[in-house]
């Protein structure tokens, strides 16, 4: 009766409804005679497609500056190479000569294109939440609105040969969906993309199990940067940025400058969002731009919210556990309620109660933890 | 109930969360009488004071026991505004004036008097048309009444002198009909030498009208200057009653500090040993620290190697910005040295790289981590520091998580540090135990110098008396020189070689631990004068 009682105070009443309902709709779905594999399939795959968008919600958290819903800086980062990567791969005519190389060479491009930019917009996004101490989430909601408004700008006035990314018929502006399909799209997820494209002792990337789709290459990936992150944690400037993040006069009289730790925090934090919606792009087999990337903080700060993190702490196993619930109701969701009930757009409606309201609980959980 | 008093307090208890912190206190004032309230802090004053005037902090933890009686009638006082019906008023020590209101305004503040309108008699009378003539009339002649004729009452209060500040608070406590007792709670501490001496004035003046007056100050001179009697608390307890004029300055000092019996530490603990003039551990040269409430002034002390130095004095006096500047958290000024070298305080971590640990007053604010577990309190600094508990993975180094279990369950068991186990989050501990946390941080960074400040506050006895005798040992047995600051007296004088008293930032004068309590009670007030003892 006590573990079972300590169980339900760790795990938080938010996430057992959540759960509750996650369950409920997995059964709803089976009854309904949806394929479980499929379904399941598509939760994983969903899961690993946001997962780095979550993570990246982790060093920000740490570092003090709170719930980074500013990680649009970090997405717009990372679009803002994979479209640099991809004309470059245009302009250079990769795909012939570099066959089934040339994907690849345009997704390490991308990465690297969007590390480099994420760090040092994170590193000055960093200097201005360290001048705006006290109120980071109000002025990082900001921040990652105006963000958007101003890449909308940059999209429309880059002039880029690669016919997949400019709009047709007009020499300048890119397109709102570009695909990934001649690029890198589905590269580390997608069964039928690996395949076709790569060459046979590569195909371990992405496979199936019957009707179950196995994304041995995305999941490896995202595995190695929560490794990455998780070793970080431990390290002595990930403790350090931990102890910041936590009480800056205990960490300044330990030495240590907390402003640059912040800094530190915020600038990891963007590069992964960067590398997230990299990822995401892969696996979605899309680069969205413009206003697509609008709300995607929210769905990772309510992700890793109802994976139980606090607005002060998040680990490594809030993502996994946030991220898998809030999507696997997602993906559930859609097919249940269309068989049930004939509105289009519930699921949608469903998300933004879910991830709001989300939001709004731990919001009004933290102020009950300072006094 | 006696019928000569306008006020009488008896047998007052109180317990916040079982910890006594009034015990059987009983306090007496006559009609038209200066009364002084003195004692140490933490002596129970504000408590009481909370108790008279009802303040809600009393009832929200259980309220109080004994009885408080109003011209021989039993009052019953369990809110702000019962105490000013009853005609209670309180003079406080930080001003509660709006700046950007006139004097008549802040004087008449809740207490306006107005014209019936015809939106009044609908609406009810928060719509009457003010009456302002009256108000300043009013105004006017309560300011006269203190002697201050040179206040206009049509002045904004903001960018007026600070006495004159003080004086306006007076005034509006006066103007309130059938006020029969002010209190002052340490009205001179803001103001200079002349505003003070012009304060205790006004209060003879509101005594001769036959208003009562509890006068709660740490300068006895002042005492002894205007009050006709005085109350001494200690502890918790009532010590005295007695009339100005049959005692003395000393007599009082030796009341408010008392000998107590019970000994922190054990004496075959504190064995002898030669300490030398010659080897200085840590020297304040001309010494600033610009921490707000806690400010140090200029000062010149040298602590050797090998000692047990306590700071001593009252609230507010800056002995706790001592440590607070050495440890980077606040700025400072002038130089401090470690073993004849200089430390450059803007550098943060200076101190401890130069072997100098800390143990913050302030547990929950500075001192721990309160969501992380007991180990990574422990490790913190020695790791950011000194690299400890560090182990190598290819390029990386990461937690050495063995180690630091092991050292943190070393800790635990050295200090009996009562947990479920290293990981347990030090904010679920309770506060002897953290400060115990506290304490095992400080010493994993193995230091020369460890500075220790108000390391038994709010901690129980038995706690106390581990973490006093923990300190000695270290001292004794590694050589470790300690400085210790600390309100209590007492602990202070049971384990310290010196004690210097900080009064007004600065060093007021170094005691031995058996100096007379007389002579202690008058350096914390800091009084200057040849005790005959």
């Avoid at chain 1, 969903?46 to 997405?75: C, D, E």
């Avoid at chain 2, 707000?292 to 010149?300: H, L, T």
Wanted: proline residues 3%; aromatic residues 8%.
């Amino acid at each position: 009766m006590k573990t079972l009682k300590t169980f339900y105070e760790n795990f938080g009443l938010p996430r057992l409804i959540i759960a509750g309902f996650f369950i409920l709709l997995v059964v709803a779905s089976i009854i309904l005679g949806f394929s479980p594999a499929v379904l399941f399939s598509d939760v994983v795959k969903r899961w690993l497609m946001y997962g780095t968008l979550v993570l990246a919600m982790v060093p920000g958290i740490q570092s003090g500056i709170g719930l980074n819903f500013g990680i649009s800086l970090g997405i717009s980062s990372g679009l803002l190479g994979a479209v640099l990567a991809m004309e470059i791969s245009f302009l250079r005519d990769w795909n012939t000569t570099l066959g089934m190389g040339a994907p690849w060479l345009t997704l390490l491009l991308a990465l690297f294109f969007g590390v480099i930019l994420a760090a040092i917009v994170g590193t000055l996004y960093g200097m201005l939440l360290n001048r705006v101490k006290g109120s980071e989430m109000t002025v990082s909601t900001y921040v990652g609105f105006s963000v958007i408004a101003f890449m909308n700008i940059v999209w429309l006035s880059l002039s880029f040969k690669n016919g997949e990314l400019s709009w047709p018929l007009q020499g300048q502006g890119l397109r709102n969906t570009a695909s990934l399909s001649g690029s890198f799209g589905g590269l580390l997820s997608n069964p039928d993309v690996v395949q076709a494209t790569q060459p046979k002792w590569l195909h371990w990337l992405a496979f199936r199990v019957g009707e179950f789709t196995v994304p041995l290459g995305l999941i490896l990936v995202f595995a190695f940067l929560c490794l990455l992150v998780w070793l970080f944690l431990r390290s002595k400037s990930g403790i350090a940025m931990s102890g910041a993040g936590e009480n800056q006069l205990f960490t300044t009289s330990s030495g240590i400058n907390v402003n640059q730790k912040r800094i530190q925090g915020t600038m990891i934090s963007t590069v992964l969002g960067a590398v997230g919606i990299i990822l995401y792009a892969q696996t979605y087999g899309f680069l969205q731009l413009y206003n697509a990337p609008l709300m995607m903080g929210f769905a990772s700060v309510a992700s890793i919210l109802i994976g139980g993190a606090t607005v002060r702490r998040a680990r490594i196993s809030n993502v996994l556990i946030g991220t898998l619930l809030f999507q696997g109701i997602l993906v559930t969701a859609l097919p249940v309620v269309n068989e049930v009930v004939e509105i289009g757009t519930l699921p949608e409606v469903l998300r933004i109660i879910i991830s709001n309201g989300i939001i709004l609980y731990a919001l009004s959980k933290t102020k009950g933890e300072n006094q | 109930m006696d019928e000569q008093y306008l006020l009488s307090m008896s047998n007052i208890s109180k317990e916040y969360y079982g910890n006594r912190v009034l015990k059987n206190v009983t306090l007496n004032v006559k009609p038209g009488e200066i009364h002084a309230l003195v004692g140490e802090n933490g002596a129970g004053k504000s408590t009481l004071m909370n108790i008279l005037f009802g303040m809600p902090v009393i009832y929200a933890t259980g309220g109080f026991e004994g009885q408080v009686s109003l011209d021989g009638e039993v009052a019953t006082v369990d809110n702000p505004h019962a105490a000013m019906d009853y005609g209670i008023g309180m003079v406080h020590q930080e001003f509660m004036l709006i700046p950007e209101f006139t004097v008549t305004e802040n004087i008449k503040l809740g207490r306006e008097i107005g014209h019936k309108t015809a939106l009044s008699r609908i609406f009810g009378n928060l719509l009457e048309k003010l009456n302002w003539d009256q108000m300043s009339r009013d105004s006017r002649k309560a300011l006269n009444s203190i002697g201050m004729m040179n206040i206009e009452e049509y002045t904004k209060v903001a960018g007026m002198p600070i006495g004159y500040k003080q004086f306006v608070e007076i005034a509006r406590e006066i103007d309130k009909t059938g006020i029969k007792l002010l209190v002052f709670d340490e009205p001179t501490a803001v103001l200079t030498e002349s505003e003070a001496d012009r304060l205790l004035e006004i209060m003879r003046l509101i005594a001769e009208k036959g208003i009562a007056i509890i006068f709660i100050t740490h300068r006895l001179t002042e005492v002894m200057a205007v009050a006709d009697s005085m109350t001494i608390l200690r502890d918790g307890e009532f010590v005295a009653r007695k009339d100005v004029k049959d005692t003395s300055l000393a007599n009082i000092a030796e009341l408010m500090i008392g000998r107590q019996v019970e000994k922190l530490v054990e004496d075959d603990l504190l064995g002898e040993r030669e300490l030398s003039d010659e080897n200085i551990a840590l020297e304040f040269i001309d010494y600033y620290v610009d921490m707000p409430g806690e400010r140090v002034k200029g000062m010149n002390v040298k602590i050797r190697e090998g000692e047990i130095f306590g700071f001593g004095g009252l609230a507010g006096q800056g002995k706790i910005g001592i440590a607070n500047g050495i440890m980077g958290l606040y700025d400072t000024e002038g130089e401090v040295l470690v073993r004849g070298k200089t430390l450059d305080l803007s550098k943060l971590g200076e101190a401890l790289r130069n072997k100098i640990a800390f143990v913050s007053e302030d547990r929950r604010g500075v001192g721990l981590l309160l969501g992380e577990s007991i180990e990574r309190n422990i490790i913190f600094s020695a790791m950011q520091i000194n690299d400890e508990f560090l182990k190598g993975i290819g390029p990386i180094k990461i937690l050495d998580k063995a180690t630091a279990d092991k050292h943190a369950k070393n800790m635990i068991k050295l200090l009996d540090i009562r947990c479920t186990g290293p990981s347990q989050a030090v904010g679920s501990l309770s506060g002897g135990n953290q400060q115990k946390v506290c304490l095992a941080r400080a010493i994993t960074m193995i230091p020369e110098i460890l500075i220790v400040s108000e390391p038994t506050r709010g901690i129980d006895i038995g706690a106390k008396k581990l973490v006093l005798e923990y300190l000695t040992k270290i001292n004794r047995e590694l050589g470790t020189t300690i400085v210790m600051i600390s309100s209590e007296l007492l602990e202070l004088r049971s384990l310290c070689d010196r004690i210097a008293i900080v009064s007004e930032g600065k060093v007021f004068s170094v005691m031995k631990p058996d100096d007379p309590d007389a002579a202690y009670g008058l350096a914390m007030a800091g009084v200057r004068e040849e005790v005959a003892l």
